[in-house]
């Protein structure tokens, strides 16, 4: 009988309520007795499927460079609870069978999986063995896992390159002129091995081995490099080097006195050395220029020692292009390329990586990590301006994108110039949900950036008052202090990126509990970034140190994080609550009281009269990977009587009226609201509420719903007079709490008043349109003049 047939004989005696004992003894599919070797550093696993939660789906494994699906012929709750471990849950609460969640595609890679539920990795469980099935993906397993993660796990959800990388441990260029100009974009190509580092013999050696080459190191493009004047100058520069050595070395060397040996001399040393001249590690490389790292091709390796010669060559060398962003252009702005963009990354801590939104039809949305590789990853690395892809991530890894899904089962071959260019399939409702958006985390030219800046005194690597790398006018190094009177989240931003820590968490401009150091000059003042910087040092600053508060504990400081929150607004439910009320002056105190209304309003004839208001629902979402909690601690929240609640923020919320040249004309409550978890996504659970002075957040996958018929939930334009106007909305206006992205935190409408009735059409977040879309968006008939058309 096979294991569907003990299925079904099962299910007939749980009806019953009883256990066949024939059932059991003619039970004969083959028990596993096999082991699959262990695969730990290599195997990723992802739930994916429709419909389900995030903490359910059918189970995937990423084996040998492809994903593949699990029989459920003799699964049990003790593989999935091994299976939801591995995902990064405490243990799991159910099974599926038969494709619950949809048919998987390509590999089955494992069935007959038989675990005791303690095991470490599914691989240690008993099976057939990779790849051996007699499945269909009919009977693809899922797994249910409990919604609770295990502390400190790592997401599983990182495609990897999969080679050896203890063939290849590091790749570098070495530039044959000295210079202090980062990137290298130029030089011999070496190979780290054991202590030192080797050459490539170039016999042999293709443009596609070089586009490799430049990849792994950051860069885009490759370009042909002068192979005559690398022969000259390296021939050249050994010979010097011979020369320099025969002249200081004629002297008899020292004898030991112990054994009467010849000591050898430093001269005989370096003679001998250069002699060696070259150590060539790989004498041939045979790329197809996809590969995203050079152990990914086949090569040739010396079977001897690594001095061996390159006959009829000499060391390989590349030259590569670099992206935009990386152009050296002698202190001068950069340019900003005229070319219209079709994708973007979002979500990133740094430079080069975030999640994948592309254009279509004006608007951005995200690709479906079906079927997402490091092939199609490196294709969008390349066409942003970097080298190719170090990992390909799926599952919402760099958080959840709103809006449209474009791009779902991505295939590319890696020679592709845009994603656009790769063969994909159109997106329906039910194939792909955000919690499956595709990130890349790309390769970035190597720019030494840490190494002007430290943290010191904190309790963690994450923590700490920052010192800058300062020279004098004597060429002499020392650490130095930065003025915290203006720092912030943005500039702290700057610092945890430069230093490779992540997001920012807070920016401080007080450190006397982080004393621990003897610097205690300072050495920058006046700090003020966009957020956008790769180093402070391109920050602006003032040119003379002008500092206030002078003293070391008045320095600044900065914690960062693996994670942080992100907050965006619901554009359309915003457009679809908006009408206007005249709401009589005596049911407005409370809302004066909290600077609610117009300057206008202290002059009206209370509590006769009224106030116009512009009224409409906030939505307000975490599609972070932290949660968003308030930058003040409870002990210092403001409690207001007339509405009898907390505030947490001075400052949540802008809402502004804006004429056609940006003016305000109605500014709206600037929102300190108490915060809240009104509502979240199905399985996640509700962490935070304002009643009986509970704490306040918004938990990643739910939203603080803001109604439309609640206080201060307003604009008075009471003395706006009728026209063409731009609503805009911008939550947590002043960056006081990190956020991974603040782009996304503006909403924009166009607003038509007549006097009487109002409407909002093209709303949306800042960000959501292309340049193109948002110029349309301002030039909105009327818009310009004023007048109602």
Same mark, same amino acid.
């Not at 609870?81 to 969640?101: E, M, N």
């Not at 010396?302 to 202190?331: D, I, L, R």
């Not at 915060?675 to 996958?701: P, W």
């Given at each position: 009988?096979?294991s569907?047939?003990?299925?079904?004989c099962?299910?007939?005696s749980?009806?019953?309520?009883?256990?066949?004992?024939?059932?059991i003894?003619v039970?004969?599919?083959?028990?596993p007795?096999?082991?699959p070797?262990p695969?730990?550093?290599?195997l990723?696993?992802?739930l994916?499927?429709?419909?389900?939660?995030h903490n359910?789906?059918?189970?995937e494994?990423?084996?040998k460079?492809?994903w593949?699906?699990?029989?459920?012929?003799?699964f049990?709750?003790?593989?999935a609870?091994?299976?939801?471990?591995?995902?990064?849950f405490?243990?799991?609460?159910?099974?599926?069978?038969?494709?619950?969640?949809?048919?998987?595609?390509?590999?089955?890679?494992?069935d007959?999986?038989q675990c005791?539920?303690?095991?470490?990795?599914i691989?240690?469980?008993?099976?057939?063995?990779w790849g051996n099935?007699?499945?269909t993906h009919?009977e693809?397993?899922?797994?249910?896992c409990?919604d609770?993660?295990i502390?400190?796990?790592?997401?599983?959800?990182?495609?990897?390159?999969?080679?050896?990388?203890?063939?290849?441990?590091e790749?570098?260029?070495r530039?044959v002129?000295?210079?202090k100009?980062?990137?290298?974009?130029?030089g011999?190509?070496?190979v780290?091995?054991?202590?030192?580092w080797?050459?490539?013999?170039?016999?042999g050696w293709?443009?596609?081995?070089?586009?490799v080459i430049?990849?792994?190191?950051?860069?885009?493009?490759e370009?042909?490099?002068?192979?005559?004047?690398y022969?000259?100058?390296?021939?050249?520069?050994a010979?010097?080097k011979?020369a320099?050595?025969?002249v200081?070395g004629?002297?008899?060397?020292?004898?030991?006195?112990?054994?009467?040996?010849?000591?050898?001399?430093?001269?005989?040393?370096?003679l001998?050395a250069?002699r060696?001249?070259?150590?060539?590690?790989l004498?041939?490389?045979a790329?197809?220029?996809?590969?995203?790292?050079?152990a990914?091709?086949p090569l040739?390796?010396?079977?001897?020692?690594?001095?061996?010669?390159?006959?009829?060559?000499m060391?390989?060398?590349?030259?590569?292009?670099?992206?935009?962003?990386?152009?050296?252009?002698?202190?001068q702005?950069k340019?900003k390329?005229?070319?219209?963009?079709t994708?973007r #990354?979002? @979500?990133g801590?740094?430079l080069? %990586? +975030?999640r *994948? $939104?592309? /254009?279509?039809?004006n608007?951005?949305? &995200?690709?479906?990590?079906?079927?997402?590789t490091l092939?199609?990853a490196?294709?969008?690395c390349r066409?942003l301006?970097?080298g190719?892809?170090?990992?390909?991530?799926?599952?919402a890894?760099?958080g959840?994108?709103?809006?449209?899904?474009?791009?779902?089962?991505?295939?590319?071959?890696?020679t592709e110039?845009?994603?656009?260019n790769?063969?994909?399939?159109?997106?329906?409702?039910?194939?792909?949900q955000?919690?499956?958006?595709?990130?890349?985390?790309?390769?970035?030219?190597?720019?030494?950036?840490?190494?002007?800046?430290? #943290?010191? @005194?904190?309790r963690?690597p994450? %923590? +700490?008052? *920052? $010192?800058v /790398?300062?020279?004098?006018a004597?060429g &002499?190094?020392?650490?130095?202090?930065?003025?915290?009177?203006?720092?912030?989240?943005?500039?702290?931003?700057v610092?945890?990126?430069?230093?490779?820590?992540g997001?920012?968490?807070?920016?401080?401009?007080?450190?006397?509990?982080?004393?621990?150091?003897?610097?205690?000059?300072?050495v920058?003042s006046?700090?003020?970034?966009?957020?956008n910087?790769?180093a402070?040092?391109?920050?602006?600053?003032?040119?003379t140190?002008?500092?206030?508060?002078?003293?070391?504990?008045f320095s600044?400081?900065?914690?960062?994080s693996?994670?942080?929150?992100?907050?965006?607004l619901?554009?359309?439910?915003?457009?679809?609550?908006?009408?206007?009320e005249?709401r009589p002056?005596?049911?407005?105190?409370c809302?004066?009281?909290e600077d609610c209304?117009?300057?206008?309003?202290?002059?009206?004839?209370?509590?006769?009269?009224?106030?116009r208001l512009?009224?409409?629902s906030?939505q307000?979402h975490?599609?972070?990977?932290?949660d968003?909690?308030?930058k003040?601690?409870?002990?210092?929240?403001?409690w207001h009587?007339c509405?009898?609640?907390?505030?947490?923020?001075?400052?949540?919320?802008?809402?502004?009226?804006l004429?056609?040249?940006g003016?305000?004309?109605a500014?709206g409550?600037?929102?300190?609201?108490?915060?809240?978890?009104t509502?979240?996504?199905?399985?996640?659970?509700?962490?935070y509420?304002?009643?009986?002075?509970?704490?306040?957040g918004?938990?990643?996958?739910?939203?603080?719903?803001?109604?439309?018929?609640i206080?201060?939930?307003w604009?008075?334009?009471?003395?706006?007079?009728?026209?063409?106007?731009v609503?805009q909305?911008?939550?947590?206006?002043?960056?006081?709490?990190?956020?991974?992205?603040?782009?996304?935190?503006?909403?924009?409408?166009?607003?038509k008043?007549?006097?009487h009735?109002?409407?909002?059409?093209?709303c949306?977040?800042?960000?959501?349109f292309s340049d193109?879309a948002?110029?349309?968006?301002?030039k909105y008939?009327?818009?310009?003049n004023?007048?109602?058309?």
């Amino acid at each position: 009988m096979n294991s569907r047939c003990w299925k079904r004989c099962f299910i007939i005696s749980f009806l019953l309520g009883v256990w066949f004992p024939a059932c059991i003894l003619v039970q004969t599919t083959p028990r596993p007795t096999s082991t699959p070797k262990p695969q730990s550093d290599r195997l990723q696993f992802r739930l994916v499927g429709y419909p389900r939660k995030h903490n359910e789906g059918r189970i995937e494994i990423f084996y040998k460079g492809e994903w593949g699906t699990i029989c459920d012929d003799d699964f049990s709750l003790s593989n999935a609870h091994v299976l939801c471990r591995q995902l990064g849950f405490v243990a799991a609460t159910g099974w599926t069978h038969s494709a619950k969640y949809g048919k998987g595609l390509g590999k089955i890679w494992l069935d007959n999986v038989q675990c005791n539920g303690g095991e470490k990795s599914i691989e240690l469980c008993k099976s057939r063995g990779w790849g051996n099935s007699d499945c269909t993906h009919d009977e693809d397993a899922g797994v249910i896992c409990k919604d609770e993660r295990i502390p400190g796990f790592v997401d599983s959800n990182v495609i990897h390159v999969q080679v050896d990388e203890n063939k290849v441990e590091e790749v570098r260029l070495r530039p044959v002129v000295t210079t202090k100009k980062r990137p290298i974009t130029e030089g011999v190509v070496e190979v780290k091995y054991k202590d030192g580092w080797t050459q490539i013999c170039d016999v042999g050696w293709t443009p596609k081995n070089t586009r490799v080459i430049c990849g792994m190191l950051g860069f885009p493009h490759e370009r042909k490099v002068n192979k005559n004047f690398y022969k000259n100058h390296l021939r050249k520069r050994a010979a010097e080097k011979e020369a320099k050595a025969n002249v200081s070395g004629p002297r008899l060397p020292p004898r030991d006195k112990a054994n009467g040996r010849a000591k050898p001399s430093t001269a005989s040393k370096r003679l001998s050395a250069e002699r060696q001249k070259h150590q060539y590690r790989l004498h041939s490389v045979a790329c197809v220029g996809t590969e995203v790292h050079l152990a990914a091709c086949p090569l040739e390796f010396n079977k001897g020692n690594a001095t061996e010669t390159c006959e009829g060559g000499m060391p390989a060398v590349v030259s590569c292009v670099p992206g935009p962003q990386y152009v050296q252009n002698n202190g001068q702005k950069k340019k900003k390329p005229q070319t219209t963009t079709t994708v973007r #990354l979002k @979500g990133g801590a740094k430079l080069g %990586e +975030g999640r *994948v $939104e592309v /254009l279509k039809n004006n608007e951005w949305g &995200t690709v479906c990590d079906d079927r997402w590789t490091l092939l199609s990853a490196s294709v969008v690395c390349r066409e942003l301006g970097f080298g190719s892809a170090k990992d390909a991530f799926t599952g919402a890894r760099m958080g959840q994108g709103i809006g449209p899904i474009h791009m779902n089962e991505v295939q590319c071959l890696g020679t592709e110039k845009s994603i656009w260019n790769c063969g994909f399939k159109n997106i329906t409702s039910e194939d792909c949900q955000h919690i499956e958006d595709a990130a890349v985390r790309c390769n970035t030219p190597y720019m030494a950036f840490e190494n002007s800046l430290r #943290l010191t @005194g904190g309790r963690t690597p994450y %923590e +700490g008052r *920052v $010192e800058v /790398l300062s020279v004098d006018a004597n060429g &002499t190094q020392s650490w130095g202090l930065v003025c915290g009177g203006a720092w912030g989240t943005k500039e702290a931003m700057v610092v945890c990126r430069q230093l490779g820590l992540g997001y920012a968490n807070h920016g401080l401009q007080e450190t006397w509990y982080w004393d621990g150091s003897n610097v205690t000059e300072m050495v920058m003042s006046g700090v003020k970034c966009t957020g956008n910087e790769m180093a402070l040092s391109q920050c602006q600053h003032h040119k003379t140190i002008s500092c206030q508060k002078t003293s070391a504990k008045f320095s600044a400081g900065v914690i960062c994080s693996e994670t942080a929150s992100d907050l965006v607004l619901n554009a359309p439910l915003v457009q679809q609550t908006v009408y206007i009320e005249d709401r009589p002056l005596h049911m407005l105190y409370c809302a004066a009281e909290e600077d609610c209304l117009s300057k206008s309003a202290a002059k009206a004839n209370w509590p006769y009269g009224h106030r116009r208001l512009l009224r409409f629902s906030s939505q307000i979402h975490n599609i972070g990977r932290a949660d968003f909690r308030p930058k003040a601690g409870r002990h210092s929240w403001i409690w207001h009587a007339c509405h009898g609640h907390y505030h947490s923020m001075d400052i949540f919320t802008h809402y502004d009226l804006l004429s056609s040249n940006g003016t305000k004309v109605a500014e709206g409550h600037k929102a300190s609201f108490c915060l809240e978890d009104t509502e979240c996504h199905e399985g996640i659970s509700k962490r935070y509420e304002c009643a009986n002075f509970g704490e306040q957040g918004i938990t990643v996958g739910c939203w603080d719903l803001y109604r439309h018929d609640i206080d201060c939930q307003w604009i008075d334009i009471t003395d706006v007079k009728p026209g063409n106007y731009v609503l805009q909305i911008v939550i947590n206006p002043n960056f006081e709490v990190a956020e991974s992205d603040f782009t996304n935190n503006a909403m924009k409408c166009n607003c038509k008043y007549d006097g009487h009735r109002i409407w909002l059409h093209n709303c949306h977040m800042g960000d959501a349109f292309s340049d193109e879309a948002e110029r349309r968006f301002e030039k909105y008939p009327g818009q310009l003049n004023n007048q109602i058309s």
